[in-house]
């Protein structure tokens, strides 16, 4: 298992933008499909996005579809977070499985590594 650890959450207003990154402790993720969920209080765990470890190509939940944007380098996966909204908030995960072709990512929650989760608040 990868030691996965999210960074850039924050406190934002309605309409604001953050960055979250995720980076994999001594390893670069490279070659791992790559997923961010959120989980909100008392709300179910929730698939945000995903990228395919061996191509560019990315999945998005229909609640940031456009506002969201997901990608990567080397070392890590950032997701970037457009014209926020109060329902945005919550504690986001990354999560990470080695990713060969023909494989794709999902955002179902079936993923063998996670975070420890870094807090996004939306608020005025």
């Known amino acids: 298992q990868l030691q996965l650890v999210e960074s850039g959450g924050g406190l934002v207003q309605p309409g604001g933008s953050l960055r979250l990154s995720c980076a994999a402790s001594g390893f670069n993720l490279d070659h791992y499909h790559v997923a961010w969920f959120r989980q909100a209080a008392g709300k179910e765990r929730e698939g945000v996005a995903c990228i395919n470890g061996h191509n560019p190509k990315t999945k998005y939940g229909d609640s940031v579809r456009v506002r969201f944007t997901i990608s990567r380098d080397n070392a890590k996966v950032y997701l970037q977070m457009m014209r926020l909204k109060p329902e945005d908030a919550g504690v986001y995960y990354c999560?990470?499985?080695?990713?060969?072709?023909?494989?794709?990512?999902?955002?179902?929650?079936?993923?063998?590594?996670w975070g420890q989760g870094t807090q996004v608040t939306v608020s005025s």
């Open positions: 999560a990470a499985d080695w990713g060969p072709s023909p494989s794709v990512c999902t955002i179902q929650p079936r993923y063998g590594s």
